[in-house]
């Protein structure tokens, strides 16, 4: 059995978790709600204050989807009780970012501005003009929004300008007098 889909997710007080005939999960939750299709080799059920996640057969394909499947819903789960969020740290001279209206709008040393708007239920949050901060229910979403900012200025080894995630090492070249 996969370890990770055996296990029962816990449903927290406030958050329903729904299963239809074509294997959709929908979670509802203080936050929001979300919804995913899960492959139909996969059964997903709910069982008191629990979602048991099991699969139909033993073949590979279904060993991968199990884990897969389970931690989806469980994602789902967290993200409306608690949401999700990744901070980007921005490094460079006369590099900063600001929040106009629901617009966010990054300085990054190109002859114009760039321009993020917020859609989907993502939210950007600048507490100072250096960080940037990616809010969500979804994990995906809130992933792959801030991999498209930080994709607009890739901090590069040199001299380590650019956008990063917080907490990210970035691997330093030492240019020509290191030679």
Known sequence: MSRIGRQPIAIPAGVTVSVDDANVVTVKGPKGTLSEKIDSR???RVEG???????????KIDKSLHGLSRTLVHNMVVGV???YSKKLEIVGVGYRAQKNGKNLVLNLGYSHPITFEEKDGITFETPDSNTVIVKGISKQLVGQIAAQVREKRPPEPYLGKGVKYSGERIRRKAGKAGK
Not at 49 to 59: D, Q
């Open 81 to 83: 009780t608690e949401g």
């Open 49 to 59: 204050a629990a979602v048991i996640v099991s699969r139909s057969s033993e073949e």
């Open 42 to 44: 996969i059964t997903v």
